[in-house]
Each structure stands twice: as C-alpha cells, then as structure tokens.
Antibody, heavy 123, light 108 residues
Framework: QVQLVESGGGVVQPGRSLRLSCSASGFTFSNFGMHWVRQAPGKGLEWVALIWDDGSNKYYADSVKGRFTISRDNFKNTLYLQVNSLRAEDTAVYHC????????????????WGQGTLVTVSS | SYELTQPPSVSVSPGQTARITCSGDALPKNYAYWYQQKSGQAPVLVIFEDSKRPSGIPERFSGSSSGTMATLTISGAQVEDEADYYCYSTDSSGIRGVFGIGTKVTVL
C-alpha cells in the first residue's frame, strides 16, 4: 500500500531554515511526480510546489517562490522541501502527496497524501 | 492570482442531496478534483478529472463540470460525510495547483 511519511518539522525562529523530508513506500517512487501542500492551523489547503518524476521540472506557488526549493532523491525514495527565510505565515502542516501521472506539460492532482509535519515559525 | 470560489458551508439533512459548487475562470480547460478532509486527517480524493470516482469511494459521490463551474454532489448524504470539501484545479499555466477555500458540509 502507498505510504508517505513526512518529517523534519518543528519550531523555528523567523528568518531561519528547515528541510522537510517525505519518505515514500509501496509504489515505484521514480515513476511519479510529487506535490507539497500545506495547511495553516484552522485554515484551508494551499498548494506549495510540484516536481516531475525525474526531477526535471519544478513549480512553486507565488507565496513561496524564491524561498522554498523542492527536490527528490529517487534512489532513497525521498522527497524534500528546503524552506528558507521562514515567516510567521509559513506556520502550517506540510503534506507531501503523490501525483498519479505527469505528461510532458503537466502533472495530475494528488491522489495519495501523507499525514504531514508541523512547522511553527515563532520567536 | 487565480482563485477557485466555493461556498463556506452547506447543510443537509441525512438522506438528502448536498451540492457544492466551485467556480473558476480556467475550469473550462482544466480538470476539477474534489477532496474530503475530516478533522485531524489527511485529505482523501473523492472525485478526479471532473467526474471520475476513485475505487473505494461510495457511489453517492459524483462530480460534474460545465463552463466555469464544477459541482460535487452527495446523493443521500450520510452523517459520516460531514467534513470539509476542497476543490482543486490548475491555473492558466495548467501546472500550478490551486485549492478552493473549502466547504464545510454539515449533515443533521
């Protein structure tokens, strides 16, 4: 069965950095695109970033572009999100999620999600 | 930036039909997806590509899309369907994802 397990969250001061990880199992990780989606406490879902199955293409929400970097290691079956210059408004649960298919021009919406890891930005 | 508009809440009696709308200018050319999220849990995909239902999702969940509006219908809503429902699509790039604000469905 598909399993996605996030880690790396915690309490961090404004302006600092974190690297979030997502360990995948139960499917051939290198064949699937991956998304990061976040949810601030008591708020709705916000799409953050997307990476193609081979890592060749990466896309970001305007709210994180230039501060966040998505990457993956297909040998380790692991997805990453490097989050820099953190702000209070980045406080959220960060979910990784699998895209069932990527074509040459887009990746489909997530089908399986992890439970998420909480990032709290506070001084 | 691109937005998908959903009503914040919908209430329905058990056994009745709940309809949740999602409007967006790019919906005529991009698929709509629907997620159910219960309190403290990860989202679950209930409709993909406008109207397709993943395996394991009850038949009472259906989706449709016409023009700039997509609709999730829960026919014969059950108490266990109480949750937040989010529509998802992509912006004009066809790549960057966007979620609606979410609709809280109450069944009572």
């Amino acid at each position: 069965q598909v399993q996605l397990v996030e880690s790396g969250g915690g309490v961090v001061q404004p302006g600092r950095s974190l690297r979030l990880s997502c360990s995948a199992s139960g499917f051939t990780f290198s064949n699937f695109g991956m998304h990061w989606v976040r949810q601030a406490p008591g708020k709705g879902l916000e799409w953050v970033a997307l990476i193609w199955d081979d890592g060749s293409n990466k896309y970001y929400a305007d709210s994180v572009k230039g501060r966040f970097t998505i990457s993956r290691d297909n040998f380790k079956n692991t997805l990453y999100l490097q989050v820099n210059s953190l702000r209070a408004e980045d406080t959220a649960v960060y979910h990784c999620a699998r895209s069932p298919y990527c074509s040459g021009t887009t990746c489909y919406a997530p089908d399986y999600w992890g439970q998420g890891t909480l990032v709290t930005v506070s001084s | 930036s691109y937005e998908l508009t959903q009503p914040p809440s919908v209430s329905v009696s058990p056994g009745q039909t709940a309809r949740i709308t999602c409007s967006g200018d790019a919906l005529p050319k991009n698929y709509a997806y629907w997620y159910q999220q219960k309190s403290g849990q990860a989202p679950v995909l209930v409709i993909f590509e406008d109207s397709k239902r993943p395996s394991g999702i009850p038949e009472r969940f259906s989706g449709s899309s016409s023009g700039t509006m997509a609709t999730l219908t829960i026919s014969g809503a059950q108490v266990e369907d109480e949750a937040d429902y989010y529509c998802y699509s992509t912006d004009s790039s066809g790549i960057r994802g966007v979620f609606g604000i979410g609709t809280k469905v109450t069944v009572l």
